[in-house]
């Protein structure tokens, strides 16, 4: 039974191993030098592989019942028991991110590559697939150039969306999804530094808050974020924007991102501290007396959008500027204009439309023979260990399906 897997990402090769280990020949065809490029580079090179909140809220895109049978029928218990059969420990660390004991993303590379080379996988690299043709019930592969890959009886498409184009993916799964005339959800970069516009921005790049980023549309507050948030030069980047990028970039949707930069106190609690505080250090420049309790950094700014001197004695600031800078330390407005691309982007919102793949296996139902994984479909998920759990059980699920399926035919 021979079976294609086009990418050799972790879907990919988590959906190698998977059909291997059922006893199927498989052939990985994957169009970089190497397979995995974006595995190293996952959870700033310590991969994190997965979360012990698993709930379905995590992930978005597709059915609810689609990504749930797929979530049951390979769980994070078995994704787990598969990376510890490879060798690899898994621990927690902070918020139930689950990483290689070694935090080293190259080492789960390692892993798998070993694996793979155990279980006789054939690994073609350099070879990017760009048609697939049936040929009655098996599937011919052909690349670049019209180069004629061979006869397969099944073929898992894991050829990932479009985010970080860099290290492989430059969505590819929308030409092949067109060949074997499957709907795809429109593309669009997820888990991505947002564009924003604020005539401080220069000022600011490269510094650290901690803040509650509220991402708003007119009034309404749509989704709220803790965490780090980076100032760029060209916007807002950090944990809690990423995770607010997704619904900030709902097309046609103009939105902004309010920073509270002190969540400890309300707004008007704020406004009597800063007065007392102005009382009792009336001495002191204004910027003196703010440098002690925010980063230095946004004081400036923050003066200048409210037209007050930085060298004005606190003492003489009067009720309306005391009032004007509690309420930008609570809700700092910065208007999202887009974000920062396909290169700068950890996941793909968008991809094959998940109604027409059978959730139980993979198989498309369009294509008799032809599976799906990983993030060519329209699933993703948050920051946080989710997109590598999707990617290793549709992977696996794909793999076990296609070879189980192949060894049902050969019996035939
Ligand atoms: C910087 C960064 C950090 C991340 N960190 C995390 C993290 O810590 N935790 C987490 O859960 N997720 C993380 N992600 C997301 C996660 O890495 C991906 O969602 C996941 O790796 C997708 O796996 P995949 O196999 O579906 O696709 P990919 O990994 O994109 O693999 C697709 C493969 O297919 C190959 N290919 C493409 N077209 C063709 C073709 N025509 N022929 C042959 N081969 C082809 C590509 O070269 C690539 O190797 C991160 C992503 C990035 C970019």
Known sequence: MQIAIIGGGAAGMTAAIAAAREGATVTIFEKMDRVGKKILTTGNGRCNISN??????????????????????????????????????????????????????????????????????TVKCAVPVEKIIQVKRSWRLVSAGGIDLGRFQKVIITVGGKASPQLGADGAGVQLASQLKHTVVPLRPGLVKLRCRSPYLKALAGCKVEAKASLMHGDEVLQEE?????????????????????????????????????????????????????ERFAHMTVQEMLSGIMNKRLILPMLKENDISAQMKSGQLNKHQIQAVARMIHGWSFPVIGDAGWKEAQVTVGGVFTGEIDAATLESKKNKGIYWAGEVLDVDGDCGGYNLQWAASSGILAGKSAAYVAAEVEKV
Not at 61 to 71: A, C, E, H, K, P
């Open 52 to 121: 012990e909140d698993m709930d379905l809220s995590h992930f978005h895109g597709g059915t609810r019942s689609f990504i749930q049978s797929v979530l049951e029928k390979v769980s994070p218990e078995d994704t787990r028991e598969f990376w510890e059969s490879l060798g690899l420990v898994l621990i927690t660390l902070e918020e139930g991110k689950m990483y290689p004991m070694s935090l080293q993303a190259s080492g789960v590379l390692d892993a798998l590559r070993m694996e793979l080379e155990r279980l006789n996988v």
């Open 226 to 278: 803790w965490g780090e948030v980076l100032f760029t030069a060209e916007g807002l980047s950090g944990p809690p924007i990423l995770r607010l990028a997704r619904e900030a970039m709902v097309p046609g949707r103009n939105c902004s991102i309010a920073l509270n930069l002190m969540e400890n106190m309300r707004e008007g609690e704020c406004f009597w501290w800063l007065k007392q505080r102005s």
